[in-house]
C-alpha cells in the first residue's frame, strides 16, 4: 500500500509484472492479487474508469471460487464506477456485490445509492429497505439508509416522506452536516425557506470547508 502511495507508476508495473509471472507459475489466486494491485494504484492516479474496470475483471474472475474477494473488487468497482460519472455500471457491479455478499448491509447501501444517482428510484429504495431489514435497533448504519432514503423521496417530490427520513437520519448523528445539508433541501421544497437557510446556515458553520459546506453556502447564495 506504502508503494502505491508513494509510486502509482511503479506499483502499477510491478502488478503487471506479477500477473505475468503468476499466470506462467500457474498461480490461482495470486494473479488476482496482482490485478488488484494495479487496479488500486490505477485508483491512487485518480483513474476512475480504467480502476474500475480493473475491479469488474477481478470480481467476475473471481467468482467462482473466491466470493469473499470477488464481493469486495464488485464493490470497490462500483464506487469507482460512481467516481467516473457511470452509475449504471457502479449499480451493476453493485448487484453482483450484493449477491456475493447478501448480508452485507453496507453493499445494500451503497448499491442504493448508486441506484438513486443513476435515476432509478425504484431500484434504490428497494437496495436501501433491504439493508434497513437487516440492522438491528441502534446501528449506526440506519443512519446511511435513512439519509439515502430522504435523498430518494425528495428526488420524487415526496417531502412529507424525505422530512421523515432526514430527521430520523439526524435522530443518530445530531448535526450532521451532511444530514442537515439535506433537510435544508427538503424543506425549500417544502416552501420552508426560513427553516431550509437555517440548516445551511449551521452546515456552514459546523462544516464550512468540507463539501456539504460547500453546498450550503451555495445554496445559500440562490444557486441552484
Sequence with gaps: ??????????????????????????????????????????????????????????????????PSLAAGAARAAGRLWLLAGDPTRSARAFALATRLAAQDVDIHVDRGLAMLAAGNYIGAVDALNQAASMIEPGDLAAYDVRL???????????????????EGALSVRPNDPPALLERGRIRALAGD????????????????????????????????
Design 1 to 66: 500500500m506504502a508503494t502505491i502511495a508513494r509510486d502509482p507508476e511503479a506499483a502499477m508495473r510491478a502488478g503487471q509484472a506479477w500477473v505475468t509471472e503468476t499466470a506462467t507459475l500457474g498461480l490461482d489466486r495470486a494473479p488476482l492479487l496482482a490485478r488488484a494491485c494495479i487496479a488500486r494504484a490505477r485508483a491512487a492516479k485518480q483513474e476512475w474508469a480504467p480502476a474500475a474496470s480493473g475491479y469488474d475483471e477481478i470480481s467476475i474472475a473471481a467468482a467462482p471460487t473466491e
Design 148 to 166: 439515502g432514503r430522504a435523498m430518494v423521496y425528495r428526488r420524487i417530490g415526496d417531502a412529507g416522506t424525505a422530512l421523515t427520513e432526514a
Design 193 to 224: 425557506r426560513a427553516g431550509a437557510r437555517a440548516d445551511w446556515q449551521l452546515v456552514v458553520l459546523l462544516a464550512p470547508a468540507t463539501a456539504a459546506g460547500v453546498d450550503a453556502q451555495r445554496l445559500l447564495a440562490g444557486q441552484p
